[in-house]
């Protein structure tokens, strides 16, 4: 059988079987906890792992909290209100734009977007992009800062390395302040925090340290994207949620997932990847994807860039052991 | 100037992404991305490094690993950077 994009095909009955198994073996096993909160963002991930977990522990085990905050699109709130409901869970939404006020994540952000953009004032939206990776010139990874005004008018420049590290950490508070919030209500009942993250963004690094990675367990990390999507369809997840391009819900203009780091459509990258991974020639490759073989070598150079330039995100902290020796 | 601008170029790389340490090896023509030693704010930074030590403008359909990846690479593109900037 030459290889296509049938080879991304899981069984989901079987897999949801499989996952849930080992949702409950962790969580009750291991973590010994009593059931599972979740945050839901409106986003499939997060939906999958609601159901899963409805799945694993029953609807009275486990908790959906929205996190919303003043950059946030409103629809999302709204989307994982129903999502709560049709899966019968409790639902809470806790908004945390009081408490990025309190870090200064937007007063930090936006003092490093004016140092590129002068103009620059709260009633823009401003967003972080990434090159298309289907370029056949293979440009690298270049981040830019795009603004636009009220008016619509857009500006784009590629962003100097402070003012791009400002950014993104000040962005971060976000992830980590909703991992802080997550962990209060887990503890408060004694239950675990189930992490959403797919294997797209577990292995590419496209999550915060300590923030949407900060969970005790990760039941979809190995998935691809395009199979956390078969899972949501068996799963009955809202037709709604599972046509929504996929955004970061972190920049106040929209931004998808693809522009801001994945840098190819999903259906793409994850062919390329799962051929990558087994070894299967590039030839074949862009034959099942209908891509150029210089396009899938950019691609796979791209994957294996990310996953060797994020392994510190999935690193736990160093330490020495107690009589380990170091050069001095 | 060949030699000058690989070593300036090393003794940035050196000195900023790895800490000073020499005891990472890498020869002329070793990817900088396939060896770890360049990601993407590493290369935001060495633009920066580029454009300021050498008074030049790079866009950003030059930032190519062609051009970017290797000593080597760098080098030739700085070169031909540089000739078309004295000749404007």
Known sequence: MPFSKDDLKIDPAHETERIVSFMRQTVGRKLRKRGAVVGISGGIDSSVCLALSVQAFGAERVVGVAMPEADSNPESAVLARKLARQFGVRFIVEDMTAAQIGFGTYRRRDEAIRRVFPEYDPTYKAKIVLPNALDETGVLNVFQLTIISPEGEEKTKRIPPEEYLQIVAASNFKQRS?????????????????????????????????????????????????????????????????????????????????????????????????????????????????LKEAQVENIMRDIRQKIRATEYLRMEPFHLDTKEEVVL | MNQDVKTTIREFIVENFLFGDTSVVFDDDDSLMENGILDSTGILE??????????????NEEILPENMDTLNNLHRFLEKKMKLEQAS
């Not at chain 1, 997840?237 to 459509?265: G, H, N």
């Not at chain 1, 990847?273 to 030839?283: A, I, N, S």
């Open chain 1, 178 to 290: 909703r991992m802080a919030m997550l962990y209060y209500h887990a503890e408060r009942l004694n239950y675990a925090v189930v992490g959403t993250g797919n294997k797209n963004e577990h292995e590419q690094g496209f999550f915060v340290k300590y923030g949407d990675g900060g969970a005790d367990l990760k039941p979809i990390a190995h998935l691809f994207k395009t199979q956390v999507y078969q899972l949501a369809e068996y799963l009955n997840i809202p037709e709604e949620i599972r046509k929504r391009p996929p955004t970061t819900d972190t920049y106040s203009a929209e931004c998808t997932q693809e522009e801001f780091f994945f840098r190819v459509p999903f259906e793409i990258g994850d062919l390329v990847w799962l051929g990558m991974e087994r070894g299967v020639p590039v030839p074949e490759i862009a034959k099942a994807t209908g």
């Open chain 2, 46 to 59: 060495l633009v920066a490094f580029l454009e300021k030590e050498y008074g030049i403008r790079i866009a």
